[in-house]
């Protein structure tokens, strides 16, 4: 028999089928109780904690602000300065240098930013001052010796589209800090750079030196790239403006092909009120000179064959120049280096089986004999400030003579053991050319002349104990 029923019918079917399953979903899910709250619901607290803001800085304000206050912690007396990001510094982090910046050829610019640069020259913390050219500057963390502060150079708007430069300034050379020591007060005085003018000319004749060439480098490590120079006319004078160098510890020199390089400094040049102002310095300089000499036993006198004799200077600005020679087989050596300037030239003896030795020179050397001792142990160990062993500390000794960044990897270096010990033999740094640094990812670095905090142990021997602080 034939079904006549059509797609109509069929559709209808469908239709109630779904309305009375729909039906029986809600009548089934009204009578199903509703769940219980989860048991790591966290319920909002009755009276909600209240909020630790740091204190409003009000930008618009123009009242005058009020003295900077040593180790306070009443934020209304010692309002906080802003940092370079436009934000107050962290309040946890001390004080470790404030004062003022001044400027005795009138108002004050606006905003000058002060820069915290840490031994090696690296930018650690800025502050902005405020109306009165007051600052502070804040950081957690112990800072070594030799830290400064300092200004980048600043614009002086005269007019609409005029413009000139004042020159920064830097308080260098600083001694180390510690988290609560008192902050180091100081003053910040910029100005015009001078203009410097002088003459070279050969110390025998008195002749002028034309195409002379008169440099002008920072001696510090966070200016160690800044560097300007000239070349001499016919009659041997030259003029150099002091632009992009910080007036403080300049080194000057001046060469010419044929001749020794001359030095002056460091020495401060005073910034000037009025642009164009003149500092003058004269070059005398010698012809280029051979420096020669022996190397020997210093307990037998025999001559020592195949030492390693090297000759640099302390300024960065010198790295490049430095040179080495090979003892002869009765321990004589040459040396011509009329690049490097005699002031700040240093000597450096190492061979095998003796102690490095060095020497500094403070005047024109004449020939030089070097004695060599026997070598040097250094051994020691390193523990945090509860006395427990620091494991896998860097222990490395410096020479003295070579660039903060060990530009001429003038070092010798190991590592602390699991109980913190180490030992090291000194093959390329003398005791008394040594700077000794003690890192660890953990702690605050250590660094201390090697000379001053090892003690002789035994004939050749040496040790030294370390205690790192937490960073």
């Known amino acids: 028999m034939t079904d ?57 304000s123009e009242a005058q602000p009020k003295p900077l206050v040593v180790n306070t912690p009443d934020t209304a007396a010692h309002p906080p300065i802003l940092n370079g990001s436009g934000r107050p510094p962290p309040p946890e982090d001390p004080v470790v240098a404030k004062g003022t910046v001044v400027w005795p050829g009138g108002a004050l610019p606006e905003d000058v930013d002060v820069t915290l640069y840490d031994v090696d020259g690296t930018d650690l913390e800025y502050a902005t001052t405020d109306a009165k050219g007051a600052f502070e500057l804040r950081h957690k963390d112990p800072l070594l010796a030799g830290w400064s502060v300092g200004t980048d150079e600043l614009m002086l708007m005269e007019g609409k589209d005029q413009h000139r430069t004042l020159a920064p300034a830097l308080v260098a050379d600083l001694p180390a800090h510690q988290p609560g020591d008192p902050p180091v007060v100081m003053e910040l005085t910029i100005g015009f750079a001078p203009v410097l003018t002088g003459r070279v000319t050969d110390r025998v004749t008195g002749a002028p030196l034309a195409k002379a060439e008169v440099y002008v480098a920072s001696s510090f490590a966070a200016h160690a790239l800044d560097q300007t120079d000239t070349v001499t006319q016919q009659d041997g004078s030259y003029t150099l403006p002091l632009e992009g160098v910080p007036l403080q510890g300049l080194i000057v020199w001046a060469r010419a092909d044929g001749y020794q390089s001359a030095l002056i400094g460091p020495q401060d040049f005073a910034p000037t009120a009025n642009a164009g102002e003149v500092s003058r310095l004269d070059f005398q300089l010698d012809p280029s000179a051979v420096l020669k000499g022996r190397v020997v036993d210093a307990a037998t006198g025999l001559p020592v064959e195949d030492a390693t004799v090297t000759v640099g200077s302390r300024f960065a600005a010198f790295v490049d120049e430095s040179d080495w020679e090979i003892t002869e087989q009765d321990g004589s050596f040459a040396i011509e280096l009329p690049e490097i300037p005699v002031d700040g030239a240093w000597l450096l003896v190492n061979a095998e089986g003796y102690a490095p030795a060095a020497m500094y020179a403070n005047g024109p050397w004449p020939f030089v004999e070097i004695k060599l001792q026997q070598s040097i142990t250094l051994g020691g160990s390193v523990a945090d400030a509860a006395g427990k062993p620091v494991v896998g500390a860097e222990v490395r000794v410096a020479f003295d003579g070579d660039t903060r960044e060990l530009d001429q990897g003038l070092y010798d270096e190991t590592w602390t053991d699991d109980k913190g010990q180490f030992e090291l033999k000194l093959e390329t740094v003398p005791m008394d050319g040594g700077l000794l640094r003690v890192e660890s990812g953990t702690h605050a670095p250590f660094e201390a002349r090697l000379g001053e905090v090892a003690k002789v142990t035994a004939g050749n021997r040496y040790d030294v104990k370390v205690s790192l602080l937490q960073p």
């Open 4 to 60: 006549k029923r059509g797609p109509g019918f069929m559709m209808g079917v469908v239709a109630v089928l779904a309305i009375a399953g729909g039906l029986a979903w809600f009548l089934g899910r009204a009578e199903k109780p509703a769940a219980a709250p989860q048991a790591n619901v966290i319920e909002p607290a009755a009276t909600p904690p209240e909020a630790k803001l740091p204190p409003p800085v009000d930008l618009q």
